[in-house]
């Protein structure tokens, strides 16, 4: 008999804190409605606080998609860095996978390094010039010896919106290092 009494005290002490608790909920959800219905200012502010911050945080975890650049007017308006993201998302949707941008101070004239649709470790150097300043040939020897220090084997790719000399285009042909010029990206991107 005994345990048959602990058995029930211990289930109405189970069912005694179930009803304590609602009766402290209901007690604080009503002191709440009051306190709102007697202070419809500052509720109506706090209200507009959490969502403001609701919004704030949505917005940061939703992706913005992204207007992709069609004209050399698009590309030339961009930061440098934001030229660099431009091609490596353009070239990501050409096939080529894990683009990241890796351009800034220290980059070692490789902005931009993935892997082709070959599966060929691929660096691209990207330079957003006005139409009139030419790349040349130091420009892509750097780029070549860069790239070449990071895989032997590597596609070295060099995109800029303005042009080459005559020299930066021999020395990129012999190579191996393909460019893109101004007029060419723009193709490239509308396609």
């Not at 009139?132 to 220090?149: N, T, W």
């Not at 895989?151 to 021999?170: H, K, P, W």
């Amino acid at each position: 008999m005994g345990s048959r009494r602990r058995r029930s005290s211990s289930g109405s002490a189970a069912a005694g804190c179930s009803t304590g608790a609602l009766v402290v909920v209901l007690g604080a959800g009503l002191l709440a409605w009051d306190w709102i219905v007697k202070n419809p200012v500052p509720t109506a502010i706090a209200i507009a606080v959490v969502a403001i911050l609701a919004i704030v945080w949505l917005k940061g975890r939703t992706p913005v998609p992204q207007v992709r650049v069609a004209t050399l007017e698009g590309f030339l308006a961009l930061t440098p860095s934001g030229f660099e993201h431009e091609t490596a998302a353009l070239f990501s949707t050409l096939g080529f996978t894990g683009m990241t941008v890796s351009g800034g101070a220290g980059d070692l004239s490789v902005d931009v390094f993935g892997t082709d649709p070959s599966g060929r470790p691929t660096f691209i150097q990207c330079k957003r010039y006005a139409p009139d300043r030419r790349i040349g040939s130091p420009e892509i020897q750097q780029l070549y010896g860069m790239a070449k220090l990071r895989a032997e084997n590597a596609r070295i790719i060099f995109v800029t919106t303005s042009g080459y000399t005559a020299a930066a285009l021999d020395i990129a042909r012999r190579a191996g290092v393909e460019t893109l010029d101004g007029a060419e990206l723009v193709d490239l991107a509308r396609r």
